[in-house]
């Protein structure tokens, strides 16, 4: 039984911070990589960030470097994204995925809404 559990979505003015995690029920956590994916309406889903499964490599698309930060805690089998100045062009429903070779797991989605 795997499951990853998402948290942390909300309403948030421009310029405003939110963290979002994401805890996986899973054994062997540090052999998976991490990620974080959005999908807004009417829009394919894109990779954010990614994280190698010990943590020491990290990459973001252009458009969150700086101001996005994904880290995870391999002793407490979970993976956050720690988003800063945020946009509106960042509303989007945000996934957290782990993968092993061909094998992947997917959370249930968290929506990031940023508004005045």
């Known amino acids: 039984q795997v499951q990853l559990v998402e948290s942390g979505g909300d309403l948030v003015q421009p310029g405003g911070s939110l963290r979002l995690s994401c805890a996986a029920s899973i054994s062997a956590f540090n052999t998976y990589s991490a990620g974080w994916y959005r999908q807004a309406p009417g829009k394919q889903r894109e990779l954010v960030a990614q994280?190698?499964?010990?943590?020491?490599?990290?990459n973001y698309i252009d458009s969150v470097k700086d101001r996005f930060t994904i880290s995870r805690d391999n002793f407490k089998n979970t993976v956050s994204l720690q988003m800063n100045s945020l946009k509106p062009e960042d509303t989007a429903v945000y996934y957290c995925?782990?993968?092993?070779?061909?094998?992947?797991?997917w959370g249930q989605g968290t929506q990031v809404t940023v508004s005045s």
């Open positions: 995925n782990i993968a092993r070779g061909v094998v992947t797991y």
């Open positions: 994280i190698s499964s010990g943590g020491s490599k990290k």
